[in-house]
């Protein structure tokens, strides 16, 4: 087991290398002068040859390509990204206080649809192919087809409209005052596990389909067991190991249905100012987040491999 | 004799032509089994006609103000009603079309084909090409898809074909993988051994005879890119980094319109959120059923 660890996390390493050697490259295939274009594009007339030279200076754009990756990565190693081109203040105080926000939302939304998807796939794979099922699995495919961003005006809407409450505005963090904050986050939390629960359902159902044809289940029916003790202490703890997976895999939608609930709910999240720098050209802090929200993905996969092959013995071994 | 097992090993798809008829055939009737599916179909089909067709369509130019009628609710002038700007959003919707299937279609025809064409060449040639382009696609996969494609529009710049190259490129990875796997398993099948015995050059195996067996993997792949491809449209149009305004895109309407007037024109965020949502259900539900069609034949 621990080879098997040792070995994974020393394969992540390539990988969050050639991750951020994308991101790098990726931001400096900027067609044009990327100085000018942050500081107003071919149209500015008013920007002097000077002002062009300091910026480029500061980026560091004169420097050899290497040379710039070399400096951003141990600038990032050491928490110290840069400084953002618009506030000027460096990225880290700009990540540090939107990623809580980030959290908290990731995590209950994750609650938020294993809530809804477990219960909703086991009943589907328990009364296969009756209305029950039908109307579970219509239900399921609109959470995918439903776009998420729908879905929160949508419940934002029914807020207004229909109860006149709205959450409350100006954002508290959960431990500044927890009832204003669970009321500003479970909206979105909502919105977005219903997003995520589509494609764990779909897997819990087919997984528990599966193993209720096998023969020890057959077994415990003959053996006399009720209906819920054979479902929950049987079936589910078998069927469960790919849903865990599934989860994991859906981290990655999460964190872009992340980004786009934020914006709907307005909150001032990792999203937001992700899609805020993006639209305002602040290259530092684009390629700082995206960095991180890669790195913390490529985490989480690996993360959910180890627990895969915590759980399933049989995996270790291959 | 060879002839014999030569038959049986393989699936109809790549058998003679009067045999091909008769595999069409049954896909065909197997498909219309599946009603879910066939109203996929149907819907992505009105949906690919209202596309094509939107200039006909379309009751109004889908630019055009009309400054008398602002935020009119759905009625008889306007049936799903009109924008801030006096713009009929049924004629906004059915150009949306227009953009939300071309970009679909386009990003996953580039990427798939792309991702195909590597994933070929990685299953058949092997060794060090395909653990190259292997470690590639792990790296594109490393990302969470939404913010690869952000991360691309933000460092090209807002249009339609960055966002069309956007997408296809983190279409790339998945179509590669599957496209591999379908190679590898034919690459070690009996024909191709024999092909090569009787002296067939290495590109002709490749197109004649390892290609057929790909192709009912990427054709799922494919149908369900394409819903996702709307959708992941749609998102970057929300969040203003994809189809630039005033082109109509259901996105951009749901995030202009639709989030400034969701109180007092509740048409202007329902109806293009309906648009989006049906049309990946469409694709999604013709994806999985092809799937099913398709998917227990290769298994045998």
């Not at chain 1, 995918?144 to 961003?149: C, H, I, N, T």
């Not at chain 1, 999240?269 to 993006?278: H, K, N, R």
């Not at chain 2, 790549?14 to 089994?33: E, K, S, T």
């Amino acid at each position: 087991m621990q080879r098997y660890i040792i070995r994974r996390l020393l394969l992540a390493i390539p990988v969050l290398l050639g991750v951020s050697i994308t991101i790098f490259v990726i931001m400096r295939v900027i067609p044009g002068d990327v100085a000018l274009a942050i500081l107003g594009g071919e149209a500015a007339s008013g920007v002097s040859q000077e002002q062009l030279n300091d910026l480029r200076t500061q980026l560091g754009l004169n420097k050899p390509l290497y040379e710039q990756y070399g400096q951003w990565m141990w600038d990032f190693v050491q928490f110290n990204p840069g400084k953002s081109l618009q506030s000027g203040r460096p990225v880290m105080d700009h990540v540090k206080n939107t990623f809580p926000v980030t959290l908290e939302l990731v995590i209950l939304s994750i609650a938020v649809s294993l809530l809804i998807a477990l219960p909703i796939g086991v009943l589907s794979a328990m009364r296969q192919d009756t209305w029950v099922d039908y109307v579970f699995r219509v239900v399921s495919i609109g959470g995918l087809a439903m776009p998420v961003f729908w879905t929160g005006t949508l419940i934002i809407m029914v807020l207004v409209g229909t109860f006149g409450w709205l959450p409350p505005l100006g954002y508290m963090g959960f431990f500044e005052n927890p009832v204003v904050n669970i009321q500003q986050v479970i909206w979105p939390s909502l919105a977005m596990g219903y997003y995520l629960s589509a494609a764990v359902s779909r897997m819990t159902r087919s997984q528990m389909l599966e193993v209720l044809r096998q023969d020890y289940i057959r077994t415990a029916w003959s053996k006399g067991l009720r209906e819920r003790v054979i479902m929950y202490r049987h079936a589910l703890k078998n069927a469960i190991l790919p849903v865990v997976t599934v989860t994991g895999i859906q981290f990655g939608v999460l964190i872009g249905g992340a980004v786009l609930v934020e914006i709907v709910f307005v909150l001032p999240g990792m999203g937001t100012e992700l899609v805020q720098a993006i639209l305002r050209r602040d290259y530092p802090i684009v390629q700082t987040i995206v960095m991180l929200i890669a790195a913390i993905y490529v985490l989480v996969n690996l993360g959910v491999d180890l627990l895969y092959a915590w759980l399933d013995p049989r995996i270790r071994y291959t | 004799m060879a002839h014999h097992s030569m038959e049986s090993a393989v699936p109809a798809v790549v058998a003679a032509p009067a045999a091909r008829n008769q595999a069409l055939r049954n896909f065909a009737r197997r498909l219309g089994r599946k009603p879910l599916g066939v109203a996929g179909l149907v819907v992505a089909a009105v949906l690919i006609f209202t596309a094509i067709f939107a200039p006909l369509i379309s009751p109004y130019d889908p630019y055009d103000t009309h400054y008398g009628d602002l935020r009119q609710p759905p009625g008889l002038k306007y049936l799903l009603g009109s924008d801030q700007f006096g713009r009929d959003q049924l004629s906004r919707i059915i150009w949306g079309a227009r953009i939300s299937l071309y970009v679909g279609i386009v990003s996953v025809a580039l990427g798939t084909t792309a991702g195909a064409l590597l994933g070929l060449l990685s299953g058949y040639a092997g060794g060090k090409v395909d653990l190259a382009i292997q470690r590639l696609m792990d790296t594109i996969q490393a990302f969470p898809l939404l913010v690869l494609a952000l991360t691309i529009v933000a460092a090209l710049g807002t249009s339609v074909g960055n966002v069309i190259l956007a997408l296809s490129v983190v279409l790339v990875p998945q179509a590669a993988r599957v496209v591999r796997s379908s190679a590898i398993a034919v690459t070690q099948a009996q024909f191709v051994d024999a092909a090569r015995a009787i002296g067939a050059g290495n590109v002709r195996i490749l197109f004649v005879h390892v290609l057929p067996q790909c192709v009912a993997p990427y054709i799922i792949i494919a149908t369900a890119g394409i819903g996702w491809a709307i959708l992941v449209e749609a998102s970057l149009s929300f969040l203003g980094l994809g189809t630039p305004p005033p082109i109509p895109s259901w996105g951009g309407m749901l995030s202009g319109e639709g989030q400034n007037f969701a109180q007092s024109a509740p048409w202007l965020a329902i109806y293009p959120g309906l648009a989006i949502s049906l049309a990946v259900f469409a694709f999604s539900l013709l994806g999985d059923a092809l799937r099913d069609v398709l998917d227990p034949r290769l298994k045998r």
